[in-house]
């Protein structure tokens, strides 16, 4: 990943931040509040004890007394809205940002979740968020206004002695190159805590998701090691950079103490020589663990600016991956020409993984006509399933050309294409809702009826009428309270509600029991019987029934025809035909 600037990861999170500028506004104009009253009070006590305590004046000590208390009073509440008003932003911002990455995300091509796992992508969206939180928003106009309160107690302290002063500009060397130091390895650490837990996090899913598999082999001891060796690597990432956090602010605190000692040795010196006042070296004392108050919250803030930053670049490297396609509306010619299918075309269509590599898919070339059926046969391994996921886009890179009514498949959005085309997966994923809302998952146009109607259509009715709550039974765990078999059928009732013309098949069954496996047989024929299919057949009544097959032989149609004319042929498709059964 390439690394972007602190200055533009910064620059990306202001995005979020601008809608809310009200509230951004509110907080900093209490800084010139908090700032005055900073200056104000320290100011004050001085003038209390040198005009008013020692002379002895009570009537003027009434009045500078409540002047005092009225700073403060101000003080308080301009540190209470700056303090609320940064936290309102910060929340607001962060949310709206995680609400955006993942809606990035969700627009994201299918080969990026082949390749990254899901674990890494869920600590983007929830753990790195949650380091922002609202720390990057305070910490960064922090560093603002502990500048700021940092400059104008200088100046006061320069008012009351150049001399005392001095001694304070001798440590601020020494307090700058320290926490540039530890910033650089705080960052470092930060960001090697952030990627150690998103391998630990990804882990930790693939193991849940999997566990059952895990039990099954009796793979625990081997599992827990894996997870404790990445447990380990994230707490010594995570245990160094609270090593150097705590040297930050320890170093700041000793710092303070030990300028703190060299003030009060050298100004009581300067008392008895009556060069300055006691009030002045009381108000100077005063002032100095007020002005290494902001200097140590702006060391503070630097590491959770850090550990923000961090965070921030791990959600940057997400949201510069490339979306599928862009969302721009196509032409009004196009959008008519894609209103119904009509036919698919593949002309030579070639594919490989790497640009390098060997052919997945080599020299494809087929029609589809609307109501035709066409079966892929082929041993594991030909590339039936690698056709499915180029004319799904899941694969684009392709050489030759796909082309649906005519017009080139990269050319047709996304949502559009889906519109035309619905896959039937072997692998099924049901959500933890109930069935209804697991046939229609949301989508426009799939209102109840339709939700029934689809049902119907693959058979699945006769067994969701026999569930407590029919269509509002509620699915958990994945599925696991269906039969395998049962949730193929809702995979089936899901694709055929959005009226799809053109099925994707995968037709593979296994572990189904018999009963649902004539239900699935039954929904298979209806498929066949009403809409276009592309399917990866397994069953020869299904083989039998299209329109026309391609045997695929390591990524090529080696042969071709209907059922009679390969048997006929008398080659490599009836060997495959043994392999095959009802």
Known sequence: MKKSTDFKLLLQFSEYVKPHKRWLFAGISAVPFTTASTVLIPLLIVKIIDDYIIPGDLVGLQYLGAMLAASILIGYLADGLY???????????????????????????RKYFDKTPIGVTLSRITSDMEALGDSLTIGVLSLFTDFLKTLSLFIFLFYLSWKLTLIILLVLPIVYLLARFLRKKLRYYYNTARETLAEA?????????????????????????????????????????????????SVIEGLTSLTMAVIIWYG??????????????????NTLSKIFIPIREFTQQIAVIQRALAALEHIHHLFSQQPDESDEPISERLKKQLDSFESLE????????KADGPPILNNISFRLNRGEKIALVGKTGAGKTTILKVLTKTYQDYTGSIRLNGIELSAIPRKELFRMITMMQQDVFLFNESLASNISLQREGIDDAKVIQAAAYVYADQFIDQLPGKMEYQVIEHGTNLSAGQGQLISFARSVASDSELILLDEATSSVDSITENLIQSAIENIFATKTVIAIAHRLST??????????????????????????KNAYYVDLLHQLHE
Do not use: W
């Open 268 to 285: 009581a010196g300067l008392v008895l020589e009556e060069a300055i006042t006691i009030g002045i070296l009381i108000g100077f004392i």
């Open 543 to 568: 083989i039998q029934k299209s329109d026309q097959i391609l045997v695929m032989k390591d990524g090529e149609i080696v042969e071709r025809g209907n059922h009679e004319e390969l048997i006929q």
């Open 346 to 353: 593949c002309d030579r269509v070639t594919f490989r993984y």
């Open 83 to 109: 303090s609320y008003s940064l936290q309102r932003v910060g929340q607001l911002s962060i949310a709206q940002m995680r609400l955006a990455l993942f809606s990035h995300t969700l627009s994201l091509p």
């Open 201 to 249: 996090t990804a882990f930790l899913q693939e193991c849940l998701n999997g566990m059952k598999t895990v039990q099954l082999y009796n793979a625990e001891v081997k599992v827990l090691q894996q997870f404790k060796r990445k447990n380990q690597r994230f707490l010594k990432s995570q245990t160094r950079s609270n090593t150097y956090d705590a040297s930050l602010f």
